[in-house]
Protein backbone atom coordinates (compact mmCIF):
# COMPACT_ATOMS: atom_id res chain seq x y z
CA UNK A 1 0.00 0.00 0.00
CA UNK A 2 2.50 2.35 0.66
CA UNK A 3 3.74 2.63 -2.97
CA UNK A 4 0.77 3.75 -4.47
CA UNK A 5 0.91 6.39 -1.32
CA UNK A 6 4.51 7.21 -1.27
CA UNK A 7 6.10 11.06 -1.12
CA UNK A 8 6.67 13.36 -3.30
CA UNK A 9 9.27 15.33 -3.23
CA UNK A 10 8.48 19.31 -2.88
CA UNK A 11 5.30 18.41 -1.36
CA UNK A 12 3.56 18.12 2.36
CA UNK A 13 3.65 15.43 3.25
CA UNK A 14 0.06 13.73 4.64
CA UNK A 15 -0.28 10.81 6.70
CA UNK A 16 -3.75 9.48 4.90
CA UNK A 17 -4.84 9.72 1.54
CA UNK A 18 -4.60 13.81 0.08
CA UNK A 19 -7.81 16.19 -1.04
CA UNK A 20 -7.44 17.82 -4.24
CA UNK A 21 -10.10 20.20 -4.69
CA UNK A 22 -10.99 21.64 -7.70
CA UNK A 23 -11.63 25.02 -9.40
CA UNK A 24 -12.34 25.08 -12.80
CA UNK A 25 -11.98 28.37 -14.53
CA UNK A 26 -14.20 27.74 -17.54
CA UNK A 27 -17.69 28.12 -18.88
CA UNK A 28 -17.84 24.72 -19.61
CA UNK A 29 -16.76 22.30 -18.18
CA UNK A 30 -18.85 19.41 -17.71
CA UNK A 31 -20.00 19.45 -13.66
CA UNK A 32 -19.14 22.50 -12.61
CA UNK A 33 -18.75 25.68 -15.99
CA UNK A 34 -19.51 28.41 -15.34
CA UNK A 35 -19.91 28.43 -11.78
CA UNK A 36 -16.18 30.31 -10.35
CA UNK A 37 -15.64 31.99 -14.21
CA UNK A 38 -14.58 35.23 -12.19
CA UNK A 39 -11.49 35.55 -10.42
CA UNK A 40 -12.87 36.62 -7.44
CA UNK A 41 -15.92 33.84 -7.59
CA UNK A 42 -13.13 31.46 -8.29
CA UNK A 43 -10.31 32.27 -5.47
CA UNK A 44 -13.56 32.61 -3.10
CA UNK A 45 -14.52 29.01 -4.24
CA UNK A 46 -11.03 27.91 -3.66
CA UNK A 47 -10.61 29.29 -0.26
CA UNK A 48 -13.77 27.50 0.73
CA UNK A 49 -12.63 24.23 -0.99
CA UNK A 50 -9.32 24.86 1.60
CA UNK A 51 -11.68 25.17 4.35
CA UNK A 52 -13.51 22.09 3.88
CA UNK A 53 -10.66 20.17 4.03
CA UNK A 54 -9.10 19.99 0.93
CA UNK A 55 -5.14 19.49 1.28
CA UNK A 56 -4.25 21.32 -2.39
CA UNK A 57 -6.65 23.42 -4.48
CA UNK A 58 -6.30 22.51 -8.19
CA UNK A 59 -7.21 25.36 -10.57
CA UNK A 60 -7.92 24.75 -14.47
CA UNK A 61 -8.74 27.15 -17.24
CA UNK A 62 -9.54 25.26 -19.80
CA UNK A 63 -12.23 21.87 -20.02
CA UNK A 64 -11.34 18.73 -20.94
CA UNK A 65 -14.78 16.99 -21.17
CA UNK A 66 -15.51 15.41 -23.77
CA UNK A 67 -15.47 16.88 -26.94
CA UNK A 68 -14.23 20.09 -25.66
CA UNK A 69 -12.15 22.30 -28.02
CA UNK A 70 -9.25 23.97 -27.26
CA UNK A 71 -9.26 27.33 -25.45
CA UNK A 72 -6.27 29.46 -26.68
CA UNK A 73 -3.17 30.67 -24.77
CA UNK A 74 -4.02 34.48 -24.02
CA UNK A 75 -7.05 33.19 -22.49
CA UNK A 76 -6.25 30.48 -20.37
CA UNK A 77 -3.54 32.76 -18.93
CA UNK A 78 -6.40 35.31 -18.20
CA UNK A 79 -8.17 32.83 -16.56
CA UNK A 80 -5.83 30.83 -14.15
CA UNK A 81 -2.90 32.97 -13.18
CA UNK A 82 -4.72 35.53 -10.94
CA UNK A 83 -6.64 32.36 -9.36
CA UNK A 84 -3.52 30.95 -9.06
CA UNK A 85 -2.06 33.66 -7.55
CA UNK A 86 -4.60 34.85 -5.41
CA UNK A 87 -5.03 31.13 -3.57
CA UNK A 88 -1.20 30.64 -2.79
CA UNK A 89 -1.08 34.23 -1.20
CA UNK A 90 -3.77 33.00 0.96
CA UNK A 91 -1.54 29.74 1.95
CA UNK A 92 -3.35 27.44 0.02
CA UNK A 93 -1.12 24.21 -1.37
CA UNK A 94 -2.33 25.42 -5.35
CA UNK A 95 -1.76 22.99 -8.58
CA UNK A 96 -2.03 23.93 -11.80
CA UNK A 97 -4.68 21.81 -14.28
CA UNK A 98 -2.74 22.42 -17.57
CA UNK A 99 -1.26 21.11 -21.00
CA UNK A 100 0.77 24.38 -21.92
CA UNK A 101 4.05 24.76 -20.73
CA UNK A 102 3.52 28.50 -21.16
CA UNK A 103 0.64 28.19 -18.37
CA UNK A 104 2.81 25.85 -16.32
CA UNK A 105 5.58 28.51 -16.20
CA UNK A 106 3.50 31.21 -15.35
CA UNK A 107 1.74 29.70 -12.51
CA UNK A 108 4.29 28.33 -10.79
CA UNK A 109 5.85 31.60 -10.65
CA UNK A 110 2.61 33.00 -9.21
CA UNK A 111 2.91 30.32 -6.59
CA UNK A 112 1.73 26.90 -7.88
CA UNK A 113 3.53 24.07 -6.50
CA UNK A 114 2.30 21.22 -8.57
CA UNK A 115 1.52 21.11 -12.24
CA UNK A 116 -0.99 18.48 -13.13
CA UNK A 117 -0.77 18.24 -16.72
CA UNK A 118 -3.41 15.87 -18.40
CA UNK A 119 -1.60 14.81 -21.33
CA UNK A 120 1.62 13.82 -19.40
CA UNK A 121 3.65 15.88 -21.06
CA UNK A 122 2.14 15.15 -24.55
CA UNK A 123 0.24 18.18 -25.70
CA UNK A 124 3.03 20.58 -25.32
CA UNK A 125 6.10 19.22 -26.15
CA UNK A 126 8.17 22.40 -24.15
CA UNK A 127 6.00 21.03 -21.03
CA UNK A 128 8.70 18.70 -19.82
CA UNK A 129 11.40 21.22 -20.36
CA UNK A 130 9.55 23.33 -18.29
CA UNK A 131 8.55 21.75 -15.10
CA UNK A 132 12.52 19.83 -15.33
CA UNK A 133 14.08 23.59 -14.91
CA UNK A 134 11.20 24.50 -12.22
CA UNK A 135 11.84 21.72 -10.07
CA UNK A 136 8.32 20.98 -9.03
CA UNK A 137 6.13 17.59 -9.08
CA UNK A 138 4.27 16.94 -12.34
CA UNK A 139 1.49 14.49 -12.13
CA UNK A 140 1.80 12.21 -14.84
CA UNK A 141 -2.04 11.09 -16.51
CA UNK A 142 -2.78 8.34 -19.26
CA UNK A 143 -3.77 10.13 -22.02
CA UNK A 144 -4.64 9.63 -25.60
CA UNK A 145 -5.50 12.35 -27.63
CA UNK A 146 -7.05 15.98 -27.05
CA UNK A 147 -10.92 15.74 -25.91
CA UNK A 148 -12.58 16.65 -29.56
CA UNK A 149 -11.69 12.46 -30.39
CA UNK A 150 -10.71 10.85 -27.56
CA UNK A 151 -13.80 8.55 -27.33
CA UNK A 152 -13.01 7.11 -30.84
CA UNK A 153 -9.49 6.11 -28.82
CA UNK A 154 -11.17 3.86 -25.87
CA UNK A 155 -10.49 0.71 -27.45
CA UNK A 156 -8.84 -1.56 -25.47
CA UNK A 157 -8.04 -5.34 -25.00
CA UNK A 158 -6.80 -5.25 -21.87
CA UNK A 159 -7.23 -2.10 -20.43
CA UNK A 160 -5.22 -2.05 -17.07
CA UNK A 161 -1.93 -3.33 -18.49
CA UNK A 162 -1.85 -0.99 -21.34
CA UNK A 163 -2.85 2.33 -19.03
CA UNK A 164 0.12 0.50 -16.35
CA UNK A 165 2.45 0.18 -19.77
CA UNK A 166 1.01 3.76 -21.29
CA UNK A 167 1.93 5.48 -17.99
CA UNK A 168 5.22 3.73 -17.87
CA UNK A 169 6.36 4.62 -20.98
CA UNK A 170 5.43 8.40 -20.30
CA UNK A 171 7.20 7.99 -16.86
CA UNK A 172 10.30 6.86 -18.64
CA UNK A 173 9.91 9.91 -21.23
CA UNK A 174 9.55 12.68 -18.59
CA UNK A 175 12.14 11.44 -16.44
CA UNK A 176 14.54 11.30 -19.61
CA UNK A 177 13.83 14.72 -20.07
CA UNK A 178 14.78 15.81 -17.02
CA UNK A 179 12.09 15.67 -14.64
CA UNK A 180 13.17 13.99 -11.38
CA UNK A 181 11.44 10.57 -10.85
CA UNK A 182 10.55 11.91 -6.75
CA UNK A 183 8.15 14.56 -8.32
CA UNK A 184 6.03 12.14 -10.27
CA UNK A 185 2.41 11.35 -9.84
CA UNK A 186 0.55 8.91 -11.83
CA UNK A 187 -3.17 9.28 -12.62
CA UNK A 188 -4.98 6.25 -14.28
CA UNK A 189 -6.39 9.16 -16.36
CA UNK A 190 -10.37 8.01 -15.64
CA UNK A 191 -12.54 9.20 -18.31
CA UNK A 192 -10.04 10.21 -20.99
CA UNK A 193 -10.22 7.84 -23.76
CA UNK A 194 -12.43 4.96 -21.60
CA UNK A 195 -15.98 3.95 -21.65
CA UNK A 196 -17.32 3.04 -18.25
CA UNK A 197 -15.98 -0.49 -17.61
CA UNK A 198 -12.96 0.73 -18.41
CA UNK A 199 -13.42 3.42 -15.75
CA UNK A 200 -14.76 0.75 -13.50
CA UNK A 201 -11.88 -2.02 -14.02
CA UNK A 202 -8.99 0.70 -13.58
CA UNK A 203 -10.88 1.72 -9.77
CA UNK A 204 -11.21 -2.46 -9.32
CA UNK A 205 -7.20 -3.18 -9.92
CA UNK A 206 -5.70 0.16 -8.54
CA UNK A 207 -3.29 -1.89 -7.47
CA UNK A 208 -1.85 -2.90 -10.36
CA UNK A 209 -0.31 0.46 -10.41
CA UNK A 210 1.58 -0.12 -7.55
CA UNK A 211 4.18 -1.39 -10.18
CA UNK A 212 4.58 2.04 -11.46
CA UNK A 213 6.09 2.77 -7.66
CA UNK A 214 5.07 6.22 -7.77
CA UNK A 215 2.18 8.07 -5.93
CA UNK A 216 -1.04 7.54 -7.24
CA UNK A 217 -3.85 9.95 -7.68
CA UNK A 218 -7.65 8.77 -8.66
CA UNK A 219 -9.64 11.70 -10.35
CA UNK A 220 -13.43 10.02 -10.28
CA UNK A 221 -15.61 13.00 -9.24
CA UNK A 222 -18.91 13.27 -11.06
CA UNK A 223 -17.42 11.59 -13.89
CA UNK A 224 -19.77 9.93 -16.74
CA UNK A 225 -18.91 6.60 -15.40
CA UNK A 226 -20.62 7.40 -12.08
CA UNK A 227 -23.83 8.60 -13.81
CA UNK A 228 -23.85 5.64 -15.67
CA UNK A 229 -23.67 3.51 -12.31
CA UNK A 230 -26.72 5.61 -10.86
CA UNK A 231 -28.11 5.70 -13.89
CA UNK A 232 -32.51 5.33 -13.50
CA UNK A 233 -34.43 2.30 -15.06
CA UNK A 234 -34.48 4.21 -18.41
CA UNK A 235 -30.61 4.47 -18.43
CA UNK A 236 -30.73 8.46 -17.96
CA UNK A 237 -28.09 9.29 -15.91
CA UNK A 238 -28.27 11.98 -12.49
CA UNK A 239 -26.89 15.28 -13.73
CA UNK A 240 -22.99 15.92 -13.16
CA UNK A 241 -23.74 17.59 -9.52
CA UNK A 242 -25.75 14.65 -8.50
CA UNK A 243 -22.80 12.44 -8.17
CA UNK A 244 -20.41 13.36 -5.47
CA UNK A 245 -21.96 10.73 -2.85
CA UNK A 246 -20.46 8.19 -5.51
CA UNK A 247 -17.89 9.93 -5.75
CA UNK A 248 -16.72 10.20 -2.02
CA UNK A 249 -17.62 6.22 -2.15
CA UNK A 250 -14.95 6.03 -5.11
CA UNK A 251 -12.46 7.96 -2.82
CA UNK A 252 -12.78 6.00 0.16
CA UNK A 253 -12.06 2.53 -2.06
CA UNK A 254 -9.14 4.34 -3.45
CA UNK A 255 -7.87 5.71 0.07
CA UNK A 256 -8.56 2.39 1.08
CA UNK A 257 -6.41 0.85 -1.72
CA UNK A 258 -3.40 3.47 -0.81
CA UNK A 259 -4.06 6.25 -3.18
CA UNK A 260 -1.87 9.39 -2.45
CA UNK A 261 -4.52 12.02 -3.47
CA UNK A 262 -8.25 12.06 -4.88
CA UNK A 263 -9.59 15.17 -7.33
CA UNK A 264 -12.84 16.11 -6.44
CA UNK A 265 -15.16 19.37 -6.91
CA UNK A 266 -16.56 18.78 -3.61
CA UNK A 267 -15.05 18.49 -0.57
CA UNK A 268 -16.66 17.62 2.18
CA UNK A 269 -17.63 14.44 2.20
CA UNK A 270 -14.92 13.23 0.47
CA UNK A 271 -12.29 14.75 3.53
CA UNK A 272 -14.74 12.61 5.34
CA UNK A 273 -14.09 9.19 3.67
CA UNK A 274 -10.52 9.84 3.48
CA UNK A 275 -10.59 10.12 7.54
CA UNK A 276 -12.64 6.93 8.04
CA UNK A 277 -10.33 5.13 5.84
CA UNK A 278 -7.04 6.21 7.73
CA UNK A 279 -8.69 5.49 11.28
CA UNK A 280 -9.70 2.08 9.64
CA UNK A 281 -6.28 1.29 8.31
CA UNK A 282 -4.89 2.74 11.78
CA UNK A 283 -7.25 -0.01 13.43
CA UNK A 284 -5.76 -2.73 11.99
N1 LIG B 1 -9.92 15.03 -15.04
C1 LIG B 1 -10.37 16.23 -15.42
C2 LIG B 1 -9.54 17.36 -15.32
N2 LIG B 1 -8.30 17.26 -14.81
N3 LIG B 1 -6.59 15.94 -13.87
C3 LIG B 1 -6.13 14.75 -13.49
N4 LIG B 1 -4.89 14.62 -12.97
N5 LIG B 1 -6.88 13.62 -13.62
C4 LIG B 1 -8.14 13.65 -14.14
O1 LIG B 1 -8.76 12.57 -14.28
C5 LIG B 1 -8.66 14.90 -14.55
C6 LIG B 1 -7.83 16.05 -14.40
C7 LIG B 1 -11.77 16.31 -15.96
O2 LIG B 1 -12.40 17.50 -15.82
P1 LIG B 1 -13.07 18.06 -14.46
O3 LIG B 1 -12.14 19.09 -13.92
O4 LIG B 1 -14.34 18.69 -14.86
O5 LIG B 1 -13.22 16.92 -13.51
Given at each position: MSTLRGRVAGLPWWDRCAVMGVVN??????????????TEAAVKRGLDLADTGADLVDVGGESTRPGASRVDEAEELRRVIPVVRGLADEGVVVSVDTMRASVAERAVAAGAVLVNDVSGGLADPAMVPVVAAARVPFVVMHWRGFSQDMNSRAVYGDVVAEVVSELRARMDAVVAG??????IVVDPGLGFAKEADHDLALVAH????????RPLLVAASRKRFLGRVLAAEDGSPPPARERDAATAAVSAIAAREGAWAVRVHEVRATADAVRVARAVEGAQ
Open positions: VTPDSFSDGGRWFDGIDPERLQELRTLG
